[in-house]
């Protein structure tokens, strides 16, 4: 039963360039959640979606930062004309059908996506 | 404001020694608190949890953590580390109200020295 899948795991992009990171979530999970780790800092929320929806966005920054789940496919995370600032690590999380993160239900991460802007 | 607090960024230990990582938060109202791990190249799992009951909690590899309500503290303790235990630990907290929006601390990597 295969975790949660995140790739590229490392990606390096020059300033001005875009940057997708995907996300697939556990099987039976219909939820994600992306959170950003950036240096000497803890993971920070970023959005929450579901099949087709944006649920909560309140994490992510205003200009450059999209995110989709499709009905078919993984969810991707976008950053257009990346800057310096935006090196960290993408982390995406998963949870079954609830939105609720309870004592039955916490969520499951993948190993991450380490974005380095030179 | 809400936050987590990991005190040791970096802990170096030799095997057998006891393990104490320090953890305190700031939330308002009642939480529910976590421990994760990261362990080189894979995902980031849970280790252990706290919604309600004993405040002593027991985890996965010999860890537990305890829940001290007056100090605002979930400190993660495992008496005899291994080699293996070499990873990075994040502690976590969320409101009662079971938000996905959790607050993680900066983390803590430890080494273990065989």
């Known amino acids: 039963n295969a975790g949660v899948m995140q790739n590229p795991r490392h990606l390096v992009r020059r300033r001005g360039q875009e940057a997708r990171l995907r996300c697939s979530p556990m099987?039976?999970?219909?939820?994600v959640y992306w959170y950003r780790q950036l240096p000497e800092e803890g993971l920070k929320f970023m959005v929450y979606?579901?099949?087709?929806?944006?649920?909560?966005e309140s994490g992510m920054p205003k200009e450059r930062f999209s995110a989709e789940f499709p009905k078919e496919g993984p969810s991707i995370l976008r950053i257009q004309q990346v800057v310096r600032g935006d090196s960290a690590a993408y982390f995406c999380?998963?949870?079954?059908?609830?939105?609720?993160?309870?004592?039955?239900?916490?969520?499951?991460f993948g190993a991450g996506s380490r974005l380095t802007v030179l | 404001a809400q936050s987590v607090s990991q005190h040791n960024h970096h802990v170096i230990l030799s095997e057998a020694a006891s393990l104490e990582l320090g953890c305190n938060y700031s939330?308002?109202?009642?939480?529910?608190l976590f421990w994760y791990v990261q362990y080189p190249g894979q995902h980031l799992q849970l280790l252990l949890k706290?919604?309600?009951?004993?405040?002593l909690v027991k985890g996965i590899k010999g860890f537990e953590a305890e829940f001290i309500k007056s100090k605002f503290s979930f400190n993660l303790r495992k008496p005899s580390v291994q080699w293996s235990d070499t990873a990075e630990y994040f502690c976590?907290?969320?409101?009662?109200?079971?938000?996905?929006?959790?607050?993680f601390g900066s983390g803590t990597r430890l080494l273990v020295r065989p």
């Open positions: 999380a998963s949870s079954p059908p609830s939105g609720r993160v309870s004592g039955a239900n916490v969520l499951t």
């Open positions: 099987k039976g999970h219909s939820h």
């Open positions: 979606l579901q099949k087709e929806n944006i649920i909560d």
């Open positions: 939330y308002g109202g009642t939480v529910n």
């Open positions: 706290y919604f309600s009951g004993d405040p």
């Open positions: 976590a907290v969320n409101g009662r109200d079971s938000s996905y929006k959790l607050i």
